[in-house]
């Protein structure tokens, strides 16, 4: 006896709770990700040793750049650091603070300040953690590459016009956009110039570019901090340090929510939740690329990100995103699980709590040094240059995007990028779309009927996309036609057809009819005839409405009878009709 199961609301809302607690799970961490770890965690470790001291430098001056203090980068670092690396979607993605985020952040905090910065980061975390159950991180794979260089490069630019203020001494450069404050301190500094600053500025970047090139796994960014740091504590140099930061992290708290700003606040907070998107899963692929036989889930990795940028804000943290810098040391560190990444974190904490007061001897020039560095190594000339011999267009979507992004903000870049590239793009795909009158296949027909057919009958081949950006040039080639009787359009090898080129194709069967010329169109395919029959392409003024056939020798057959009236057309079972 078969048994019948009721199906309605209840089976439908199970349904869904299914699909959203797999979608859940997918998401969390499993034991098999770090029991490689337990057995032999030695590289690990010193992967995540070597990450750690080339990120604590990077940690305060991007805490200080975004203008929460070095305390508000460490923070970052240790608590988004930790549980991005427990639940992202890439082994060795390492997270924190970051120059890009940092160039968001400033306007936030000049607008709404630090406690309008951690609502912002909170409210990010939540959007990613959205966009992690919605399966949006798997859209990075089509970011054009000239919009990636352009925004790293632009990045990278305004990361160092950010630190000029500080590598001249100048601590009141004024200006709404970083190269505004980065002129006014110039101009500050021109009219009482001093050596002592911009030369450790200097030496501290031309000791980690010039040491990072022959020995690359040497932390020469600490190296160059610390030396800097003891002169001036030797010397007493007159040089403005970090000053005092706290011997540990702050009690967890929600008191920076004010349920009045939040509607304010939620515009700011899409723009960082775009960033911080873009840019994990940027330094996650190109974690994959640097490590053979890797691929990070980004939907996973997005899901990491949103609980770190929720829990940061809670002990006083900037919103973080994954570091494509400190990702590349770690892989190239020799790191094989995220128990290097959790290490990293962990030795931070651990900073924080026992040299608190050496961090706040740092001088601020120091810090500024590292920073120039790091724009120096952003800065893959390589692949610029080899964009800029692509094509024409690829260089104008890479230079748009990296203007944009220095004279305005990165979100604006990339939206701008994507949108030219997407423009010339569709340029280019519309001009590859022709249109051509190909010879008849009438071999099998007498000298004087193929003469006829030749004089009465034409066929014309559609190649590429038949859409908005190319079809009016379509029409005015095809309208063209005079002194025959059939037109037959030859369209297998047609990619794509949008409703403006069903449109303007219905345009063209009218104007040849109204003339007296009959359209047959051939090989169509299946997708391409749904658009053409809803738009109306085949309401034409044959009686027995045959203008479609599946095969061009199967038209060619049925325009002769319409020719040579003593011939006729028997149609076959499976030829298609409208």
């Known amino acids: 006896m078969t048994e019948l199961t009721p199906t309605g609301p209840a089976d439908a809302t199970g349904s869904t709770l299914v699909r959203v607690a797999r979608s859940a799970t997918a998401l969390l961490p499993r034991w098999g990700e770090w029991k490689p770890a337990t057995g032999a965690p030695g590289a690990d470790l010193l992967a995540g040793l070597i990450v750690a001291l080339v990120a604590l430098p990077l940690a305060l001056g991007f805490g200080i750049s975004s203008g929460l203090g070095a305390a508000a980068g460490l923070t970052t670092a ?26 968001v952040l400033v306007p936030i905090v000049g607008q709404y300040g630090p406690t309008g910065v951690l609502a912002v980061g909170l409210i990010a ?11 949006v991180g798997r859209a990075v794979r089509y970011m054009p590459a000239p919009v ?26 004024a200006g709404e956009k970083v ?20 030369a450790t500025a200097l030496a501290v970047a031309a000791v980690i570019l010039l040491g990072g090139r022959y020995l690359p796994r040497v932390p020469f960014s600490l190296i160059a901090v610390t030396a800097a740091t003891l002169i001036a504590q030797l010397f007493h140099l007159d040089i403005a340090r970090i000053g005092t930061i706290p011997a540990g992290f702050a009690a967890p708290t ?31 692929t190109a974690a994959d690329s640097m490590a053979v036989g890797t691929r990070h889930n980004p939907d996973r990795e997005l899901f990491g990100q949103g609980l770190a940028n929720i829990t940061a804000p809670l ?32 030795l931070l904490a651990a900073i924080v709590y026992s040299a608190a007061g050496l961090v706040a001897q740092i001088p ?3 810090l500024a040094g590292v920073l120039l560095a790091t724009t120096v190594r952003m800065v893959e000339t390589a692949s610029i240059l080899a964009i800029t011999r692509a094509t024409r267009a690829d260089t104008i979507v890479m230079v748009a995007t990296f203007l944009v992004t220095v004279v305005f903000d990165l979100v604006t870049a990339v939206a701008v990028g994507v949108g030219f590239a997407a423009i010339l793009a569709l340029r280019a795909v519309a001009k590859s779309a022709r249109i051509e009158q190909v010879p008849l296949e009438t071999d099998d027909h007498l000298v004087e009927e193929h003469d006829l057919l030749r004089e009465h009958i034409v066929a014309y081949r559609i190649d590429g996309a038949l859409f ?37 194709l219905k345009d063209v069967i009218t104007k040849l009819e109204h003339r007296h010329i009959t359209v047959l169109i051939s090989g169509a395919k299946p997708e391409h005839l749904r658009p053409l029959k809803a738009l109306g392409v085949f309401t034409t003024t044959d009686s027995e409405n045959r203008h479609l056939f599946d095969t061009t020798p199967r038209a060619i057959a049925y325009a002769r009878t319409l020719v040579l009236p003593e011939h006729h057309y028997t149609p076959t079972t499976n030829e298609d009709r409208p």
Do not use: C
């Not at 975390?125 to 399966?135: E, N, R, T």
């Not at 632009?154 to 016009?161: C, E, H, N, R, T």
């Not at 943290?317 to 810098?325: D, E, L, Q, R, Y």
């Open 78 to 103: 240790v608590i988004a650091g930790a549980v991005a690396a427990v639940f992202g979607g890439s082994r060795f993605q390492v997270s924190g603070p970051t120059g890009a985020m940092t160039v």
């Open 125 to 135: 975390g939540m959007v990613l953690v959205v966009l992690a159950f919605a399966g």
């Open 148 to 173: 990636i260089e352009g925004f790293t490069a632009g990045i990278a630019v305004v990361i160092a016009l950010q630190q000029v203020p500080a590598a001249l001494g100048i601590t009141n450069a």
């Open 179 to 198: 190269w505004q404050s980065a002129a006014d301190a110039v101009h500050q500094f021109a009219q009482a110039p001093t050596l002592l600053t911009p």
């Open 254 to 284: 929600l008191s920076f929510l004010h349920l009045g700003e939040l509607t304010s606040l939620i515009a700011p907070a899409l723009a960082v939740a775009a960033l911080a998107a873009l840019e994990s899963l940027l330094s996650a």
């Open 315 to 346: 002990f006083g943290g900037v919103p973080a995103t994954g570091a494509i810098a400190r990702t590349a040391v770690n892989v190239r560190s020799g790191a094989r699980t995220r128990l290097a990444a959790l290490t990293h974190a962990l």
């Open 364 to 366: 601020l020039a120091a």
């Open 468 to 504: 908005f950006a190319a079809a009016h040039r379509f029409l005015l080639e095809l309208a063209d036609v005079s002194d025959v009787k059939v037109v037959i359009l030859r369209m297998s090898r047609v990619t794509a057809i949008d409703a403006t080129g069903a449109i303007v």
